[in-house]
């Protein structure tokens, strides 16, 4: 399965004119709030081997990317892995521009498989092998306080809302046929989202207190249990198209 990665405070450099930029995808030094750690050298591998990385915005594979990696670029040293990215000339890359220009956007998460991981005696997942599959532009981190990477809120019920919309976007778009490389490429992304993000929010609404409305003639049924019922059925409709 797809994992997602974030790093905060990662822009190195911004060309404008060129539409360039050089940030830092992960690192080595830390243990994030999964207890995960990159041991250096976990990107050599596909950093030789990719010839297709996307850059994304808030890994919204549903649309078009915002950009791409040249692959030629990347580099992994001391900190972690470093990346060049050059954005195209649409609408969610002028967006991305300007958030960097603005100091609103510098965070950056990555998409990736675990190939090979090792166990420390502290508990901690170092993972030795990782597959880059994209980067992404990010407002928010990785931590237990905005929990939805990928998503525009840190709330599990408007989560659900967005999560049906791309749902039914990723299904219409697997519908059409002939899909290219590329394409299967970003579904496969969009799929790993959807289903990582079922299974956050419904472990945020179990955790969530029912809030019961009442009145002498009329009790109002809980949000909560109304959208887990939602999730329930979304979440068996998401396994059927896996």
Known sequence: MIELKNTPTTLMDVDASSRRVEIRLAEHLTVDSHNDRFQKGAWAKTISESSYIPFLWNHDASKIPAGLFDVKEFREDEFGL???AKLDNNRTADEILDG???????????????MQKKMA????RIITEAKLVEGS???FGSNPNTPFLGFKSADPLEVLEEIKERSERFTKAISVGNLTDEARHRLAIEHAIITKSLFDINESLKAKEPEVI?????????????????LAELSKAWKNIK
């Open 82 to 84: 470093r990346g060049v």
């Open 100 to 114: 960097y220009k603005s100091g609103s956007i510098n965070q950056h998460s990555v998409g990736f498989y675990t």
């Open 121 to 124: 005696d502290n508990g901690v």
């Open 137 to 139: 532009a990010v407002v």
């Open 214 to 230: 009442s009145t002498p003639e009329l009790v109002l049924e809980p949000v909560v249990d109304m959208k887990m019922r939602e």
